[in-house]
């Protein structure tokens, strides 16, 4: 094998990889890099998958609370021209530069149509690679809506939610919402809207209902306005107004508004089965959808799925991990957070389907290192592989989870 070369210094060239530097990245800069993860891998598909997770967020706020679903989402479809109006971008194009470029597309079209009827092999006219535009999209809800103070973490921390847990669920992560404004961010530099209205002490997560003994509707005194931005690097929300005001008109719910780039030709269809499916799905919603073209008003369309049932499904429960599912790491977690101050008392609160019978079972199993009146934070690391190895391993002891 022949000798490395070196550098004229004499050092050899594998010393640049000392000049590398360790580098850590947010949970937001992160899936801003790999948006395909999230499933934003191409402008089309990005458009369809904002629309799925705010209105499944919408959803999910009517249901958390027993409320039937109303749903509205609009659509407004913009050329780059018109999107440059709005937002007040300087057109870069001088007039003398654009002309030549339509003559010489004129020359260009001109050549293609000679060449078709000269009936030659190669008289097809290339494609055009069009179809990506600027979408305003807004998702109104008559849901729990959202409280003041914690807009901005909400929707503005990666990674932020409040899904955690065993329970059934739509989301878990709190990427869906964050992934619109981070893919907003990125095609088109535009913040995120949100309106809402919140009943204090009503929230998400089967924390209260919006109807009172009487079954009327409750009514939050006030309506909390927000355009949030993120900070990547930091996984931080940026507030640029947070303000509210009183809720003269008695609303309740959330409106989020989003301007996004996409591709409406290739995944309007996609966008219309989906919301076909949903309304199968969920009887109990009432769907509406509105498309509007700046350019083309004949492009525009309505659709609406009337409710068809206004009995809903009953709200998932949260349920304590199954001993035979745990691993090292849950049980030392679980051991970190519990407020039960003994082994036994552990075993028969923090886990699911253990009574205290068998708990006293799985001690005397465990051997003599272990005793019922033990602290969780007596036990060290060998202790915690031999309790685990127990709990996967018995399985005739547990109750059933239901």
């Not at 055009?128 to 807004?138: C, E, I, N, P, Q």
């Not at 309106?195 to 009487?214: D, F, N, P, Q």
Request: charged share 25%; proline share 4%; hydrophobic share 30%.
């Amino acid at each position: 094998m022949p000798p490395r070369k070196s550098s004229a210094n004499g050092s050899s060239s594998s010393s640049s990889k000392k000049d590398e530097i360790q580098v850590s990245k947010s949970p937001a800069e992160f899936f801003a890099e790999n948006q395909s993860i999230a499933g934003f891998d191409n402008p089309g598909k990005s458009l369809y998958t904002t629309l799925r997770e705010l209105i499944e967020n919408s959803l999910d706020a009517c249901e958390s609370v027993n409320v039937l679903p109303d749903i509205s989402v609009t659509i407004e479809e913009m050329t780059q021209a018109q999107f440059n109006k709005m937002r007040g971008v300087p057109s870069g194009s001088p007039a003398k530069k654009q002309n030549k470029l339509d003559e010489k597309d004129d020359s260009t079209t001109t050549n293609d149509a000679a060449a078709e009827k000269a009936g030659g092999k190669g008289s097809k006219k290339p494609r055009r690679s069009g179809g990506d535009a600027y979408f305003l999209v807004t998702v109104l809800d008559n849901g729990c809506g959202m409280a003041h103070e914690a807009i901005p973490d909400l929707l503005g921390r990666v990674l932020s939610g409040s899904k955690y847990g065993v329970r059934q669920t739509r989301g878990k992560f709190g990427l869906g919402a964050k992934m619109a404004l981070i893919w907003s961010k990125k095609s088109t530099g535009v913040p995120i809207n949100i309106k809402t209205s919140h009943v204090k002490g009503v929230r998400g997560g089967g924390g209260g209902s919006l109807l009172t003994e009487e079954g009327k509707r409750k009514i939050g005194p006030k309506v909390s306005s927000c355009v949030l931005d993120i900070d990547i690097y930091k996984n931080q929300p940026r507030v640029i107004e947070h303000e509210q005001q009183d809720n003269k008109e008695g609303w309740i719910g959330t409106q989020m508004q989003v301007l996004v780039a996409g591709n409406w030709t290739t995944y309007k269809s996609r966008v219309v089965q989906y919301l076909q499916q949903l309304a199968i799905i969920t009887p109990y919603a009432k769907l509406e959808m509105a498309y509007s073209n700046r350019t083309d008003e004949k492009k525009a369309f309505n659709l609406q799925f009337d409710r068809r049932s206004e009995q809903m499904p009953a709200q998932a429960r949260e349920v304590k991990h199954h001993p035979s599912s745990v691993n090292n790491l849950l049980i030392q977690q679980l051991l970190e957070r519990t407020r039960s101050t003994s082994l036994l008392k552990f075993l028969t609160s923090d886990l699911s389907g253990i009574t205290a019978a068998v708990g006293k079972k799985l001690i005397d199993r465990l051997g003599s290192s272990f005793d019922a009146d033990m602290g969780p934070d007596e036990m060290d690391d060998k202790q915690i592989t031999r309790l685990v190895q127990l709990l996967r391993s018995t399985d005739n002891l547990f109750k059933s989870p239901d």
